[in-house]
């Protein structure tokens, strides 16, 4: 038993799932950032993406089943060769799926993808965007130089299509460092007044999240020497509270290749589902023998349940602050709300991002 488990275990909780409402698809590693929070350790010289062949497998599947979203991320998803295919089979289903893109924003403006603003609206995708900060500084320090000017021109793109009005359109603030979100509210209230006074946008929601320490940003961590002191942090913080609005418990992950997790961090340390006869993929399985089957956790966990939990919900709901911050490595009121709190929203969708 691992000590995310005990501690659920010390708690009287369990972690199941419940009935599928999303399908994440990860299509691939492939993305024109190489940010230094990425648990993906996505980059523009990986090589993984999705084939056609393995999408058709995942259609053929989707369409059998009664689940009424599904969220593509990567890296950048819109990378692919068969992005627009996907989307296109999925919207020609009947009855009618929802589609969630997963963006990072200046893929938006690269050569070959600039009219896929139209497309996505023209289908209309619901885009849930990485932007760490309503400041240059941050946004630039976390992503690369350039990419809060990339971001911000994007967004304008976006607001003039209808995205933020007719259109759903969401930010994803994570923290610029080994730290927690600030309060989700607050920070909605500081990137709406500051975009729209600054750059005339508009947005839907904000959502916070809390970086997990694996892959990119774990190796961030162990090099400055902070990974001990960031696990004790998400380990102080532990809210029961949140467990029961965990995104792995309505979500369904599958990698580039079909194989399937309970989440895409999971994804991330190879930690499958299998039977008897090894790892599953997608197509192996029975969508009605999902419900109540047990979540696979690790000490990574415990970066979804810190404060009020990470949060790129559709749907968000008060949770009680049963669980008070008791640690932080900065102070809470900084631009774009460094320091330790936790958002006020449950996740039902997974916290995805290059």
């Known amino acids: 038993m691992n000590r995310f488990s005990e501690t659920l275990a010390a708690h009287s909780l369990s972690l ?10 990860n299509v691939g590693k492939l993305c024109n950032l190489a940010c230094v929070h990425c648990h993906v350790n996505a980059g523009p010289k990986r090589k993984e993406i999705m084939t056609r062949q393995t999408i058709d497998r995942i259609i053929d599947w989707f369409v059998h089943t009664e689940i009424p979203t599904i969220d593509l991320t990567g890296g950048a998803p819109e ?3 068969d992005f627009r295919y996907f989307i296109e089979r999925v919207k020609a289903m009947r009855p009618s ?15 070959g993808y600039k009219d896929l603003p139209q497309f996505l609206a023209g289908h209309e995708v619901e885009i849930i965007a990485s932007m760490p900060c309503y400041t240059p500084d941050n946004v630039n320090a976390q992503r690369g130089a350039g990419v809060f000017d990339g971001s911000i021109k994007a967004l304008q793109v976006l607001n003039s299509l209808g995205y933020g ?10 923290p610029v460092g080994a730290f ?8 909605e209230a500081d990137y709406k007044r500051e975009l729209k006074k600054h750059f005339g ?3 839907n929601n904000l959502y916070t999240i809390t970086n997990l320490p694996i892959a990119r940003f774990a190796s961030y961590l162990r090099h400055n020497n902070k990974l001990e002191e960031y696990m004790q942090l998400l380990l102080d913080n532990f809210n029961p509270a949140t467990v029961s609005g965990l995104m792995c418990r309505n979500t369904i992950s599958v990698s580039w290749t079909g194989e399937v997790f309970d989440c895409d961090f ?3 340390l190879n930690m499958n589902w299998h ?12 969508p009605a023998m999902v419900e109540n089957r047990k979540i696979l956790t690790g000490s990574h966990c415990f970066g979804c349940t810190a404060g009020a939990g990470s949060s790129t919900s559709l749907r968000c709901v008060p949770i009680p602050a049963t669980a008070p911050s008791r640690r932080t490595s900065e102070p809470s009121r900084k631009p774009c709300g460094r320091g330790a709190g936790g958002s006020i929203c449950r996740k039902f969708l997974p916290p995805v991002f290059c």
Do not use: S
Not at 16 to 25: A, D, F, G
Not at 101 to 107: A, K, P, S, Y
Not at 180 to 187: D, F, K, M, V
């Open 16 to 25: 199941r799932h419940t009935k599928t409402e999303v399908l994440q698809v």
């Open 79 to 81: 990378m692919i060769p």
């Open 97 to 111: 799926r929802h589609v969630i893109d997963r963006c990072n924003l200046t893929i938006l403006l690269e050569l």
């Open 165 to 174: 009005t007719h259109l759903p359109l969401h930010l994803v603030y994570n």
């Open 180 to 187: 927690l979100p600030g309060p989700q509210a607050e920070l």
């Open 201 to 203: 946008i508009i947005f």
């Open 266 to 268: 999971n994804q991330m």
């Open 275 to 286: 039977d008897g006869n090894g790892v599953l993929h997608l197509w192996d399985i029975d």
